[in-house]
């Protein structure tokens, strides 16, 4: 949980600062940004603080926690819960997260994430998980923000894209401007459904798009799903587009043709291609060895295949088997 210490920083800073953030949330037209960040961290984290930072001189090691007695600003993550040993493995970030100044560099962009919304006791995960946000002016997080606005995300949805995608800021108008409009042209989405898709998942907008592009031929050519079809289960379930891609076929599979689960039942239950597979395996040769494997909502005895991704075992063989533990951990043995 965030310090009462961090709490009254953002609490007391000046009125004046507060107003000017938020009177600079303007809507913007062609904003001109710096360079777009990776997809992925650099290998390399070019320091560009304050040379009279007194923690220049000190050689960087793996251990950030050796230098917490001298730099209040680890001092300060500590509190908030930052991991600093998540950090200090990615290779440049301890150099890096070592020569911050709280006061010039951590605390304005504490004060924006706040201003926008941004609930503190989300900071520790926040920083730990993209510390670089301190390497973005206050001008373009304010323009990337803008967008969103522009685009009619209300404030909630925009607060709620942040919270879950550290990395969001990151990227550049024009790059997110790219992706939203990759995923509305290549699975014919509407506006609000833009929207929808961001807030539940914004991972996946920032995703490594070569990815989504193979996750996108793999779901229409391998598993023969159409444009409409492959809509509902990106706005279901938009995980199935970040997975590995034969992980997903196997998975499939192993629904359609073992399990004899048609597109339309698995796109009714798609928790199937994201659930573990030997809980689906184990649960549905289970069901085959008491002759109950009967996933058609038409016929008797019909089995809901999401009984086979909930609950715990308990509840599947007390509920759904009619059978005992003994029976089914009997059984599991046999496999």
Known sequence: MLSRKVFCLIRNLHISSVKSLRGSLRPVSSPTESEDVQEKLPTKVENTLPSENPLKSYVPTFNLAAYVNKSECLQEFIKMGVNLHNIERRKGLGEFVLNLNFNDTVKPRLLFLADLGVSPELFGRFITKNPLIFKESIADLTIRVNYLESKKFTPQQIITIVERNPFWLMFSTKRIDNRLGFFQKNFELNGDDVRFLTTKQPNLITYKIEHVQKALFTVKEEMGFNVEEMKCLLLAKPKLFMMDHSLLVERFSYAHDEMKLSHEMILNFPHILT?????????????????????????????????????????????????????????????
């Not at 689906?280 to 008797?300: I, S, W």
């Not at 999401?306 to 496999?335: P, Q, Y």
């Open 275 to 335: 659930s573990r597979q030997f809980r689906v395996e184990q649960r549905h040769k289970f069901l085959k060895f008491l002759e109950k494997a009967q996933y058609d909502p038409k016929k008797d005895l019909y089995v809901s295949p999401k009984a086979l991704v909930e609950g715990t075992d308990l509840d599947f063989v007390l509920n759904v088997a009619k059978s005992d533990l003994v029976t089914f951990d009997a059984f599991l043995r046999t496999l």
